[in-house]
């Protein structure tokens, strides 16, 4: 049987996945909505970010260690969210500084769920070994 610290890793990642995956398809609807957007440069440079961190996440995830080096995307995105808040176009604005606060949650809290990751996989190894403390064997 799935022990249950590892079942409810399981859970979390694929529940914060999912929003990551829903996220970043909003994301990209978006921008693939414009020819242009305000503040572009900057834009990118968050999305580069974000998929840094995200890349970084599932290394640390198949190697079973917590995430290390991940960018901060929080200062990141308020800098882009203050950056969009002065231009014209507020309804595109705002719904970019929306999705990027939404991304950088998911990002962060996958990371949050992934730095458990280590102690799980040590009683998953137990588990599997037989060696399970307050087991009565």
């Known amino acids: 049987a799935t022990p249950p610290a590892l079942f409810d ?11 990551l995956a829903r996220t970043a398809m909003s994301f990209e609807a ?3 909505e414009h020819e242009s957007l305000p503040e572009e440069a900057a834009v990118c440079h968050f999305i580069e970010h974000a998929a840094k961190a995200t890349h970084a996440l599932a290394e640390a995830l198949q190697q079973r260690r917590a ?3 991940l960018p901060d995307l929080r200062p990141l995105q308020h800098e882009l969210a203050q950056r969009l808040a002065v231009t014209r176009d507020h309804g595109k604005t705002e719904l970019l500084a929306r ?12 990371a949050h769920v992934i730095g458990r990751s280590p102690q799980l996989t040590m009683v998953d190894d137990r588990h599997r070994t037989g060696h399970v403390p307050g087991d009565a064997a």
């Not at 999705?99 to 996958?110: K, Y």
């Open 67 to 69: 995430p290390a080096g």
């Open 30 to 32: 978006l921008l693939d």
């Open 99 to 110: 999705i990027s606060d939404r991304l950088t949650d998911n990002v962060n809290t996958l």
């Open 9 to 19: 890793l399981a859970s979390a990642l694929f529940a914060n996945g999912n929003r």
